[in-house]
């Protein structure tokens, strides 16, 4: 919702639109010349017309348009010989660097709680969405299961997959070993608690935490060619990529595809095969 959001309001302040017949093929291909001179990339860009399209779509279902204006094509981006990360996978030196510096940022009361997040977030893989939809009581989000004789794995609901069916997945050893030893009285509500002044924290304030942590431990992940001064820091998703590349070493690639949770094995190929000679 939140991207929606901001592609929408980008479209209301480049194009300054009074109706919605005014997102004619013309202003939108202007749209995205705008973007591209703005330096976003084709990935980006090919997502901010998939959201329009659908706006789009949608009006001319509930007859506020006759008919859809044709949206403007996407360049084919170019391939790169290097990784195309925005980040990097960060080392253990560096993850544990994070580690120490959670104090500092978050204080000594909650330390303990975004330690135990950022130490299950480096062992399981999760996409931070994934992780903070994750619990231990609730069959439609979701939760592990523990087979009698087996090893514990993650269930994910129909209802959050475009398959529309239940789906059960692997779980690395050292995630499951983290679950195994909660107590099981314990097992109750959100399996990563982390509270805010009111409630649980939304997924924004807790990527902002996570990259102020990467920050306060200096771990840089990123510097612009162009602009050294422009720096990214370690995030939660440089967590995951540190997972993909540690199991890479060890699976095979449709393995690490199911471990990774990945929809197409492309995606599996491009980012973490034939990385490391």
Known sequence: MAK???????????????????????????????????????????????????????????????????????????????????????????????????????????????????????????????????????????????????????????????????RLLPIAPEFALMLVQVPEAQRVGPVFKLDGRVGRLAANEVSKTISRIGKAAGVRVYVSPKDPGKVKYASAHDLRRAFGERWAARLMPAHLKELMRHEPIETTLRFYVGTDA
């Open 4 to 166: 929606i959001r901001g592609v929408l309001d980008r479209v209301e302040r480049e194009l300054s639109p009074r109706r919605l017949r005014d997102l004619s093929v013309q202003r939108l291909s202007y749209f995205v010349s705008m973007l591209r001179k703005s330096g976003a990339s084709e990935i980006t860009i090919a997502g901010h017309v998939a959201h329009i399209k659908a706006a789009l779509t949608w009006a001319v279902e509930q007859k506020m348009l006759p008919a859809r204006p044709t949206m403007p094509k996407i360049q084919r981006a170019k391939k790169s010989n290097g990784r195309p990360m925005k980040g990097r996978p960060i080392t253990a030196e560096e993850f544990d660097r994070m580690l120490g510096a959670v104090s500092a940022e978050v204080g000594e009361e909650a330390a303990a709680q975004w330690q135990h997040y950022l130490q299950g977030l480096w062992a399981s893989g999760l996409r931070l969405g994934e992780s903070l939809d994750l619990w231990w009581d609730r069959e439609d989000r979701l939760f592990p299961v523990f087979p009698r004789g087996g090893r514990p794995m993650l269930r994910v609901p129909g209802e959050l997959e475009k398959g529309h069916a239940d």
